[in-house]
């Protein structure tokens, strides 16, 4: 298996599971009925909006985390964390559509997966650049 082949794979699930969230938008707007460019009028729809525009926000830090945690740690454990955080969005988003209230589990997860990759990358990187140097 080629460097980074699983953290390019789940990369590329967590792609997907956004694609899945603006398809619900999509049967969200045709459930309600409420065409582009209208953003409010119907909970389902504001909910689906919402789960997929958080989504979005988190992409950067969740990809950039993921990425530099494999290039200066470990490969397989970062996909590992990926893949918590795809599972910690995907409840994240159907809580969130079901009743805000459900949506904490999956955010918290998510959340966690992304602090892990973050900062366990942040930490090796000034560990490196600290004994190696830059």
Known sequence: ???????????????????WMGFRVGGARR?????????????LLERSIRAHY??????PIFLVSLWLFAFYWNDLVAAGLGVVWIVGRVLYALGYVK??????????????????LLFGALGRIIYVVATVGA
Request: hydrophobic residues 55%; glycine residues 6%; charged residues 10%.
């Open 54 to 59: 958080n989504t979005l926000e988190w992409l």
């Open 99 to 116: 009743d805000p209230a459900k949506r904490e589990l999956g955010f918290m997860i998510q959340a966690l997966a992304s602090a892990v």
């Open 1 to 19: 298996m080629h460097p980074h082949s699983l953290v390019a794979i789940v990369t590329l699930l967590a792609i997907l599971v956004y694609l």
């Open 31 to 43: 459930t309600s009925g409420i065409a582009a460019p209208a953003m409010t009028g119907d909970p």
